[in-house]
């Protein structure tokens, strides 16, 4: 609990506007010490500031406050903690998520537009840093928690982007859902010897490749696509998110922007069925941090 001055302070408001809110709205809803001085909930405050930020409008902000309590993690909950580099917090607000939604849910709705949040144009920050690492620490702990592979169709993702790039985070994502989904699942870069990608090829013999993580040059993909293909002549070529330029005589299917909707158009492909991800199910409390 809080007195009101340290309310009003979180809410960027006076207490006198506090005030006003309580008779008008019936919310946030104080409770009194013993000495009669006004007690609010912290979590009812923050989801009220969460609100404000998301809403702008504070009649919105009261209903949707109402609406979630200090239940549902949410983008904006999870990217003020990664700004202020507060891991546990991060964490905390993943697990949550994880009891309110699937997996592939938290890292679309949550996790991904967090980070992104802490991006800003041509300029590198800290605070983007962290968050891009964390992200990245976090989804690796969620590979590792995914069962086997259960279906005989492999994928090779090839990733094009760097460190601290968003479009890594997006490549990693869809490789941690075609894992669950039971796919035998190789992210690899583009940099790899053509010997040495024969041998990965060999040995994983995929029935699609996934070219992701930003632009790669025509001459790259050329040498990717030829190299593949003199292994597996039927294998599909897919792009993710805009990696091959339009020149509007590429072959290469084209997967969008969502690795949800990426993952499900894969298996479409491979198998003839969409994905069935459950809504709730990977909880991993102490994964998050990993």
């Given at each position: ?21 309580e ?15 006004r ?14 930020a ?8 009261v209903?949707?406050?109402r609406?979630?309590?200090s ?12 700004r202020?580099?507060?891991?546990g ?9 994880l ?9 679309e709705?949550v996790?991904?537009p967090?980070?992104a ?18 992200a ?25 982007s760097g460190?601290?790039?968003?479009e890594?985070?997006h ?5 941690v859902?075609?894992r669950r ?8 870069t583009?940099?790899?010897d053509n010997g040495?990608?024969?041998r990965?090829?060999r ?12 632009g ?10 030829y190299?593949i293909r003199a292994?597996?002549?039927a ?14 005589l590429?072959?290469?299917t ?6 949800t ?12 069925r969409r ?5 709730t ?10």
């Open positions: 609990m809080i007195r009101i001055n340290g309310a009003a302070s979180m809410l960027g408001v006076s207490t006198n506007t506090l005030r006003g809110w008779r008008r709205y019936g919310f946030p809803r104080p409770q009194r010490s013993s000495g009669g001085h007690q609010y909930s912290l979590e009812e405050i923050e989801a009220l500031r969460q609100a404000l998301e809403t702008g409008n504070v009649s919105s902000a209903a949707l406050a609406q979630r309590g239940a549902p993690s949410s983008s904006p909950r999870l990217a003020d903690a990664l202020a580099f507060d891991e917090a991060a964490d905390r607000l993943l697990e949550e998520s009891a309110l939604r699937s997996l592939e849910r938290t890292i709705e996790l991904l967090a980070v949040a802490q991006q800003e144009p041509e300029r590198p920050t800290a605070e983007f840093e962290f968050a891009w690492r964390h990245t620490a976090w989804l690796s702990a969620m590979k590792r928690l995914a069962p086997p592979a259960s279906r005989r169709e492999g994928v090779l993702i090839f990733d094009s460190v601290c790039d968003l890594s985070l490549s990693q994502a869809l490789e859902m075609l989904s039971g796919l035998r699942t190789l992210l690899l583009p940099g790899i040495r990608l024969g990965a090829l040995a994983l013999e995929p029935d699609a490749v996934v070219l992701a993580g930003g790669l040059a025509l001459e790259a993909i050329g040498r990717i696509v190299a292994v597996r002549p294998v599909h070529v897919l792009d993710f998110r805009t990696t091959v330029p339009d020149t509007g590429s072959t290469i084209r997967l969008g922007d969502s690795p909707a990426a993952r499900e158009a894969i298996l479409e492909l491979l198998t003839g994905a069935q991800a459950p809504e199910g990977l909880s991993a409390p102490g994964a998050a941090g990993a």
